[in-house]
């Protein structure tokens, strides 16, 4: 039996209440772990990207401008674009969280981390990732980051978060995703054409830890659309 299979015996044994407490403490140790993280990014993107892929480039370039305007950089703890965003903060002395996932594959934690946090639920995760953001920053990945980006979006689309803004980096990655959702979505009435401005789509990194700073400071929010 290998051991997904025996995560899934025991999860299959273990009842509701017991689970329960087990995410209860999930969530009691990263609130405790995050309570002083001040101003914080959330950099997203594929666990793939190898140290020579162009984005991984840009994410660790990304991270140590972030680090040098004071904000400390949240990832999933784990390799590619997650292991960029954290070793750029790191090696510019900056405060570098990895909040890693419990993986059969594909997830060991970097070494570029002075904070980490590991969680056995991935919903756990994903609110500790933002509820500490002051902005998303989003990368090319594959489910995991479409799941992670849809789930900002509605958040802020219904108002059940305070808006934030979100960056997707790579216009030709995210071409066709956008195309799709003008084409399809905004033509078929399930979104609005402000709904496709709560968030910008960008090569050029170098701008955006001024641009999240106007987001906060001034009228405009920085150009994004916020839904009130």
Same mark, same amino acid.
């Given at each position: 039996?290998?051991?997904?299979?025996?995560?899934?015996?025991i999860?299959?044994?273990?009842?509701?209440?017991?689970?329960?407490?087990? +995410? #209860?403490?999930?969530?009691? &140790? !990263?609130?405790? =772990?995050?309570?002083?993280?001040?101003?914080?990014?959330t *950099?997203?993107?594929?666990?793939?990207f190898?140290?020579?892929?162009?984005?991984y480039?840009?994410a660790?370039?990304?991270?140590?401008?972030?680090?040098a305007?004071?904000?400390?950089v949240?990832?999933?703890?784990?390799p590619? +674009? #997650?292991?960029?965003?954290? &070793? !750029?903060?790191? =090696?510019?002395?900056?405060?570098?969280?990895?909040?890693? *996932?419990?993986?059969?594959?594909?997830?060991?934690?970097?070494?570029?981390?002075?904070?980490?946090?590991?969680?056995?639920?991935?919903f756990?995760?994903?609110?500790?990732?933002?509820?500490?953001?002051?902005?998303?920053v989003?990368?090319?990945?594959?489910y995991?980051?479409?799941?992670?980006?849809?789930e900002?979006?509605?958040?802020?689309?219904?108002?059940k978060?305070?808006p934030?803004?979100?960056?997707?980096?790579?216009?030709?990655y995210?071409?066709?995703?956008i195309?799709?959702m003008r084409?399809?979505?905004?033509?078929?009435g399930?979104?609005?054409e402000?709904?496709?401005?709560?968030?910008?789509?960008?090569?050029?990194?170098?701008?955006?830890?001024?641009e999240?700073?106007?987001?906060?400071n001034?009228?405009?929010?920085?150009?994004f659309?916020?839904?009130?």
């Amino acid at each position: 039996m290998t051991e997904t299979e025996k995560q899934y015996v025991i999860d299959a044994l273990a009842g509701d209440s017991w689970r329960m407490f087990r +995410i #209860m403490g999930e969530f009691a &140790k !990263g609130f405790e =772990e995050m309570a002083d993280v001040g101003k914080a990014v959330t *950099i997203y993107g594929s666990a793939r990207f190898t140290p020579e892929n162009e984005y991984y480039k840009k994410a660790e370039d990304l991270s140590k401008r972030l680090a040098a305007n004071g904000y400390t950089v949240i990832t999933g703890g784990g390799p590619g +674009i #997650m292991e960029a965003g954290n &070793k !750029g903060a790191f =090696e510019s002395g900056g405060r570098s969280i990895g909040l890693n *996932i419990s993986l059969p594959h594909e997830q060991d934690p970097n070494p570029y981390q002075t904070d980490e946090v590991s969680f056995r639920y991935f919903f756990v995760r994903e609110v500790l990732l933002m509820k500490y953001s002051t902005a998303f920053v989003i990368f090319p990945g594959g489910y995991g980051t479409l799941d992670e980006l849809t789930e900002a979006l509605t958040l802020i689309q219904t108002k059940k978060i305070k808006p934030f803004p979100v960056y997707l980096i790579g216009v030709d990655y995210w071409k066709g995703l956008i195309q799709w959702m003008r084409s399809t979505l905004l033509r078929e009435g399930t979104v609005s054409e402000a709904d496709l401005y709560l968030f910008k789509v960008l090569d050029d990194v170098s701008k955006i830890p001024e641009e999240i700073d106007n987001y906060y400071n001034t009228e405009n929010h920085g150009g994004f659309n916020l839904p009130w």
